[in-house]
């Protein structure tokens, strides 16, 4: 599993700034700043990326306006697809992409520069268990984040969907 441990030097500082209790309330903020240095940068740059972190910038429809929505999100590359989870810190609410994406039949990320039409399915039972710990290799928040909430957080496996198909 050592390949799955991030290796950017700012990764451990990252980690310990992700586990703050007072991290989710400048949420609001955090995705404002992470969307201007992702224009300014043309999409080259996200604070993700800074972290030393995978990550991808998911776009689906918003599930009401059908308005393309993009989240930069950190991910775990497994068996050609991405992992990701709908942790939102520990906040209470549900993120909305979450809720987008399971109004939709597939997305479109971004992963190291490409564009890639992904389908998705929601992982569940002892398979979601498994997704977790990989996950938690990589950022080990995600254990943090699940002792903040009531919610289950979800767990998402995104497929690439061949060109043509």
Not at 147 to 162: C, D, G, H, M, Q
């Amino acid at each position: 599993m050592s390949s799955l441990v991030p290796v950017g030097i700012l990764t451990p500082v990252a980690i310990k700034i992700g586990a703050v209790s007072w991290m989710p309330k400048l949420l609001p903020q955090i995705e404002k700043w992470d969307t201007r240095l992702q224009r300014v940068s043309s999409g080259r740059l996200s604070a993700l990326d800074i972290a030393g972190l995978p990550n991808i910038t998911l776009t689906v429809p918003g599930r009401k306006s059908g308005v393309p929505r993009s989240t930069p999100l950190l991910c775990v590359p497994q068996d050609g697809g991405w992992l990701i989870a709908g942790s939102y810190f520990g906040d209470k609410r549900m993120p909305v992409w979450v809720l987008n994406l399971r109004a939709c039949a597939k997305a479109e990320i971004i992963y190291r520069r490409e564009t890639v039409e992904v389908s998705w399915r929601e992982v569940t039972g002892s398979e979601r268990e498994q997704a977790w710990q990989r996950m938690l290799a990589v950022w080990p928040n995600f254990a943090v984040y699940e002792k903040r909430t009531e919610r289950t957080i979800p767990v998402f496996f995104l497929s690439p969907i061949a060109s043509g198909s």
